[in-house]
């Protein structure tokens, strides 16, 4: 799918830590700010524990989860529209990705210092959100004035997506993004064509000490307090518990360790998971005795259009698609029995994927 989160913040909140923890590359991370300067790209397995159930069921000869891709990019600063703390260049890296993972510091700790001196999530998000969108500001106005000329032509499409610029900078000389803007479907067309910034969908990611990973603490309810009206998940991790998570070496040893902390799972399981469906992606399943495998579409894909994941000629010679849903397969324990039950379909080219269905695929080049 080739959809990438960045993951972005101040200096020192953590990022480059948890990005370590979700990548096997090995991002710097150090105790002073700009240590991340070129954008990091991790390609990393989306967990779903369908594919071990499926595994068990099927007993292929190898399972493939499907991945995704984060770039942990640098801590932007005050100043950074301007292009203060090398800013041009790491705004330039957040309008390349699809969505954000804006990390925040939840936590105190006199041996990590902060860029400002003090540990205040509220005050850290809005240097953040007021860079960001002086940077859209700047964008728009130019897309303005280039189209000033255009509009005396009287083209009605021409005059729509200069009004819609004329209010995208209304709004956003208000301090609101542009993702805040209730659009319609045209408009929203309109819009990702501008390539802005806070037009991007966005979580928030508190980082916090061992002891507020389970239950929060005041800076986590200041966070969700200021998102409340935004629409935003907010997810909380201590990307210190993840680093030691991550460098135990068997899955029993990771086990006791996340049940001495009274956790399920690693916070990043999580994180990968959100992040994922804030690209809107879906997953389906091919299951046979060769492979089991989960691949990566777009929310609304339509049969055809998930075959060309696989290859363009799927896509291409498109003749049907043969579906099972995961519940139905799971519930009933082989194809056979899923089609004596009559639950086992046969989709032509309109059928939108969901998430979760088992599919086969039959073709002609």
Known sequence: MALKC???????????????????????????????IEPNVGTISVPDQRLEVLEKLVNPERVVPTTMEI??????????????????????????????IHVLRCFEDGNIVHVDGSVDPIRDKGVIDVELQLKDLESIEKKISSMSRMVKSGDKEVLKEYELAQKISAHLEQGLSVRSME????????????????SKPVLYLCNVDEASVKTGNQFVDQVKEAVKDEEAEVLVIGAKIEADINELETYEERQLFLDELGLEEPGVNRLIRSAYALLKLKTYFTAGVKEVRAWTIKEGMTAPQAAGVIHTDFEKGFIRAEVMKYQDFVGLGSETAVKDAGKFKVEGKEYVVSDGDIMHFRFNV
């Open 6 to 36: 960045g993951i972005v913040g101040l200096p020192n909140v953590g990022k480059s830590t948890l990005f370590n923890c979700l990548s096997n590359a090995k991002a710097q991370s150090a105790n002073f700010p700009f240590c991340t």
């Open 183 to 198: 659009l319609d479907e045209k408009e929203q067309e309109l819009v990702h064509g501008f390539q802005l910034i806070t």
């Open 71 to 100: 770039v942990d990019i640098a801590g932007l600063v005050k100043g950074a529209s301007k292009g203060e703390g090398l800013g041009n260049q790491f705004l330039a890296n957040i309008r390349e990705t699809d969505a954000i």
